[in-house]
């Protein structure tokens, strides 16, 4: 049976029973329940929940009641039609949305916590899922499980075929997982800091059931994450007044050397990566080449660019993204360019694997940056720059170009050479100190 036959099975089940699961489940302590969930998703409630598996709305109504904007997330619509009901009741702002844990309709770093309570033991692919939910969560995000479990063992639930199908039963996999194989569910997909702590008072007194727990794990804070937003804040600041030194003289020059280096085929597809007020790229667009798109972390950089586009109707379409994290299939440019782009990297190794990733066979890389001749690149304060970005290195920002060389080699490059822009310069400028690095996959 196909996984999503077996969902499909899994939600008619609970269909079925929504008119009787909270009479069944009426046991908690709502109180306990409400200051366990302000304990561990802390007091700033501008910060986002999604409840997975949340039935009729048990999480997703608290939480939205005490501030926090909850999406409850289901595969019973049934379960969630009495949920919707209860949040009526109750006042809250808790919206519900059908969905399965193994795909959830959200971008990459966006939620700030995912909470269940008696879903993990239900799971179908198991490490697809917590995968999928380390996607969507913010760095610095938690997950928070909750289930029933038996102290000092774990999950119990294999000793029930709940679903009355020895297919779907096979497969939930973890559904008698000990507490160390949960631990290493999370762990083993991308989640730190992963424990489970047990949650004592949460059901009223006079019933006799295993106690709750909460197994729980962080999204890491990557290094490249928070410089990529110090990148991003600079530039943004920045975007404003950079043409008025950073423009290039004479257009037409410019454009002539440019169309050398990328060659005669108007209808390759190329790819200017930190575009930036999109100088290069709508340079490329003018010349008449079709299928040209920049990309940037800096809205407000490629705001400019795409108004210089429609101005010169160069058709050059932009994109969000950083440029050691592209957005694109593998294989897909005849052309990587960048400009002005090597000394900013903080991971440049990276970025040039990345570009070499996307480049078609026989693409070319053209890396544009001012050099010192016979030297490399030299940038004067590139330490405040390096501070105000929040960064912990840049390699390439002082940097010999044979260096540069041999690392484009090393990436698999082919024909490495560096080449001269003749009598292009800045508009602030006499220096004709702009080169190239070029090589070919």
Request: glycine share 8%; net charge negative; aromatic share 8%.
């Amino acid at each position: 049976m196909e996984v999503t036959n077996v969902i499909k099975k899994i939600g008619e089940y609970w269909d079925e029973r929504s008119l009787i699961f909270d009479k069944e489940h009426d046991t908690e302590d709502l109180n306990a329940w409400e200051a366990t969930l302000a304990r561990l998703l802390g007091a700033d409630i501008n910060k986002s929940v999604v409840d997975l598996g949340t039935g009729t709305g048990f999480l997703a109504n608290m939480t939205s009641k005490m501030g926090y904007p909850t999406i409850g997330i289901d595969i019973s619509k049934e379960m969630m039609r009495i949920g919707v009901r209860h949040a009526k009741n109750a006042q809250t702002n808790a919206v519900y949305m059908e969905g399965s844990a193994l795909s959830l309709p959200f971008m990459d770093n966006t939620v700030d916590y995912i909470i269940n309570t008696r879903l993990i033991w239900t799971l179908v692919e198991a490490d697809t899922a917590i995968k999928e939910w380390c996607r969507i969560i913010k760095p610095g995000g938690k997950i928070y499980c909750f289930n029933r479990m038996m102290e000092g063992v774990g999950l119990t639930s294999s000793k029930v075929n709940i679903y009355k199908d020895d297919v779907v039963n096979e497969l939930l996999e973890i559904k008698g997982a000990q507490m160390d194989e949960l631990i290493s569910l999370l762990a083993r997909n991308g989640l730190c800091d992963v424990k489970i702590e047990k949650l004592p008072g949460l059901t009223r007194p006079g019933f006799n059931y295993e106690p709750w727990f909460v197994l729980m794990g962080t999204k890491p804070v990557i290094r490249r994450h928070v410089e990529e937003d110090g990148i991003a804040e600079f530039w943004n600041k920045n975007a404003k007044n950079y043409e008025a030194t950073h423009q290039v003289k004479n257009k037409e020059m410019w454009k002539k050397v440019l169309e050398e280096f990328v060659g005669e085929n108007k209808n390759q597809t190329i790819l200017d990566v930190a575009t930036g007020t999109g100088i290069i790229a709508n340079m490329l667009g003018s010349i008449g080449y079709e299928n040209v798109m920049g990309i940037d972390l800096s809205e407000d950089m490629m705001a400019i660019a795409i108004e210089h586009a429609l101005e010169e109707n160069t058709n050059v379409k932009f994109k969000l993204a950083n440029a050691m994290e592209l957005p694109f299939n593998d294989e897909i440019f005849d052309l990587v360019i960048s400009s002005r782009l090597l000394w900013t990297l903080t991971e440049p190794d990276d970025a040039i694997k990345e570009w070499k990733r996307v480049l078609k066979s026989g693409g070319q890389i053209i890396a544009i940056n001012e050099l010192e001749p016979e030297i490399g690149i030299r940038c004067e304060n590139i330490d405040d720059y390096r501070k105000n970005i929040k960064a912990v290195n840049l390699p390439y920002g002082n940097v010999d170009q044979e260096e540069i060389i041999e690392k484009l080699k090393e990436c698999g490059l082919k024909n490495v050479e560096i080449k001269h822009l003749k009598d292009c310069r800045l508009i602030n400028s006499e220096r004709e100190n702009w080169y190239a690095f070029i090589g070919i996959k």
